[in-house]
């Protein structure tokens, strides 16, 4: 569930180019996290207070000075990934980062599953919205789109999402499940529908046969998930100029 | 001077970007059904004019719609990235309701044909929007602007060059357009022959209002050396008969 939201909103973020951001994003959590597991407190809430107030920074800084956001978020998340790790104490730190998925329990999985929903809800119903702001904010605004309440919320969506990932496959290995997908698919399709449909196919693909993958070699599943991932994007990259040939002899 | 006809009328507008003004104190009126042309030096403030009356831009002053428009905007230079796997059919696809995205009916295929067929681009319907010629993508834009039925079209520097089919001008289609579906339509353009022709108003800009009227009034010689400077000399080649001597006078853009 979690793998099919953060997919779906992946499609915006390579199209975009965010794919920065969306790392950048998993790092700025960790603050949170450690802050959180020093007071005592859920860490998800912790990393979900942090990503908020990133994302209106990276939002602001966005609307004032466009060509600073991607100097901006690398250093400032850089810097936010060395704080994390400076105030935590580290088996929590450590858990953050790689997830824990099979410690689990019940609760913390129903809500993982509840975000996930909300996530996929949200962006299935703003869907042709932000694919007209990615197309063009300038035409989607004269249509009388408010394209900085919908950039917004995208951004709330992408750190929900990696506040969830925190509980699951970890959130130095959430970007990755973000981007992998929709990276592989946009190498498969020719419409962005098809893109949007091998995109959840792929999300699914991804996280059954890593966690298959990961129990039969005895592996941690988060990072096996992405590994597979991985492998699977380069697979659609061999498979990208055979797709193009076939386009071309079909003029 | 308040006009019953006006669909449009803009007081005391100005725009400031960056803590410079773009636009300074500009007003005028437009009547629905027009055809309204913006000229004026590059870095005058014509797209920017555009964006404020399309509400994408904050500015001072009023700009009054005096019945609720549709607007179909045409931008000059689109930006965006072409490896979006988009297609011109999933282009139109947007506009629609969501179930209209994701399993579009017959009908509405053969509505989004049709908007093609007039701009001479039914052939395009299957090609990714990032794979698009220059040309072809501004056919593709006009189509997808008037598929919704607007009241009020933009149309930011339509390319002079391109032929829809045989003989017939981005010009002549926009006239035809306007005629067919009553459109009210602003265009920015540097083609002053086309303007003369095609328009029925037009506005002079260059940071502030310098000329508004009919273009037999207001495309003078002395009022384009006004605006333009020695670029005047442009329009002069091609259309006045002597009016000798270059005018040194005027800012050179």
């Known amino acids: 569930m979690i793998a099919l939201a953060a997919g779906l909103l ?23 996290v450690s802050l959180a597991l020093r007071f005592g407190f859920d860490p998800f809430f912790g990393a979900l207070g942090v990503l908020i107030f990133a994302v209106l920074g990276i939002e602001g800084i966005q609307r004032r000075r466009p060509a600073l956001r991607d100097t901006l978020v690398g250093v400032t998340f850089t810097a936010a990934l060395a704080v994390g790790i400076l105030i935590g104490t580290d088996e929590g730190l450590l858990e953050s980062l790689f997830g824990s998925i099979e410690k689990m329990d019940r609760a913390t999985a129903l ?3 509840l975000g996930g929903l909300l996530i996929l809800g949200l962006t299935a119903v703003n869907f042709q919205r932000f694919a007209k702001i990615t197309f063009s904010s300038e035409i989607a605004a004269s249509e009388g789109i408010s394209v900085k309440r919908s950039n ?41 529908r098809s893109m949007t449909v091998v995109t959840l196919m792929v999300a699914a693909a991804d996280v059954l046969l890593g ?4 129990e039969q070699f005895n592996l941690l599943p988060g990072p096996t998930v992405v590994v597979i991932g991985a492998l699977i994007f380069l697979v659609s990259l061999l498979a990208r100029p055979v797709e193009q040939h076939f386009h071309h002899a079909g003029h | 001077m308040a006009d019953m006809n006006a669909l449009l009328e803009v007081r005391n507008l100005s725009v400031r970007l960056n803590q410079a ?9 437009v009547e629905a059904g027009k055809t309204v042309a913006v000229i004026g030096p590059n870095g005058s403030g014509k797209t920017t004019l555009f964006r404020a009356l399309l509400g994408i831009l904050p500015y001072e002053g009023e700009i009054i719609w005096h019945r609720r428009a549709r607007f179909g905007y045409v931008p000059q230079q689109l930006e965006f990235d072409r490896a979006f796997p988009l297609t011109v059919r999933e282009l139109f696809l947007l506009k629609r309701p969501r179930a209209g995205f994701w399993l579009p009916s017959e009908s509405v295929s053969a509505l989004i044909q049709n908007a093609l067929n007039h ?30 039925k607007p009241d009020v079209l933009f149309f930011d520097e339509p390319t002079a060059g391109i032929d829809i089919g045989g003989e017939v001008t981005v010009y002549k289609l926009i006239e035809h357009l306007a005629e ?29 209002l310098l000329c508004s009227g009919a273009p037999e009034k207001v495309l003078t010689a002395e009022q384009l050396r006004a605006l333009y400077g020695s670029e005047a000399a442009v329009y002069r080649h ?4 002597e009016e000798g001597r270059r005018g040194h006078h005027g800012q050179p853009l």
């Open chain 2, 238 to 241: 091609e259309h006045e008969e």
């Open chain 2, 21 to 29: 003004d773009v636009i300074r104190d500009v007003s005028f009126s």
């Open chain 1, 211 to 214: 966690f298959r993958v990961a």
């Open chain 2, 119 to 148: 701009v001479g681009a039914e052939h395009l319907v299957n090609r990714r929007v990032g794979h698009l010629s220059g040309g072809e993508l501004q056919r593709v834009l006009i189509a997808t602007a008037l598929f919704e």
């Open chain 1, 111 to 113: 809500s993982a599953i």
């Open chain 2, 180 to 208: 067919e579906l009553k459109l009210t339509v602003f265009l920015i353009s540097h083609d002053l022959a086309v303007v003369s022709r095609y328009v029925d108003q037009v506005l002079c800009i260059n940071q502030r």
């Open chain 1, 10 to 32: 992946g499609i915006f973020v390579v199209s975009r180019r965010m794919s920065l951001v969306a790392d950048a994003l998993s790092h700025v959590s960790l603050p949170g």
């Open chain 1, 152 to 192: 917004l919320l995208f951004l709330l969506l992408l750190a929900l999402s990696v506040a969830i990932g925190l509980k699951t496959i970890g959130v130095l290995l959430m970007g990755a499940l973000i981007i992998l997908p929709a990276a592989t698919a946009r190498n498969l399709s020719r419409t962005l």
